[in-house]
């Protein structure tokens, strides 16, 4: 992926994502998704500014059907942040840096406090 954002899967996202000390944005995605492909450069910059406070993965969903199917991810692209082990928001479909941000800043300072 990058330096910023790492590739989860079925096998690793109980240690990568449900255990991780810091809120985990999780990007649903598959190769094929043209909004998907768009989003990525996003997703990408929210990584980089978030590198110190929350992490930033990848989930194919045509190669993970397990963890896909357990959240419900009907469209992609979909992004669910994870706190303490748990769903605490979700956003179906392209959206803009800001609202990513927003969405985390939220998850983030209540850590950090």
Known sequence: MSEHVTEVSDS???KDVLESENPVLVDFWAAWCAPCRML???VEAVAEKYSSTARVVKLNVDENPSVSQRYGIKGIPT???F???KEEERVVGATSKEAISRMIDKH???ASA
């Open 108 to 110: 983030v300072s209540a």
């Open 40 to 42: 990525a450069p996003t």
């Open 12 to 14: 690793s996202f109980e």
């Open 79 to 81: 992004l669910i942040l």
């Open 83 to 85: 706190k303490g082990g």
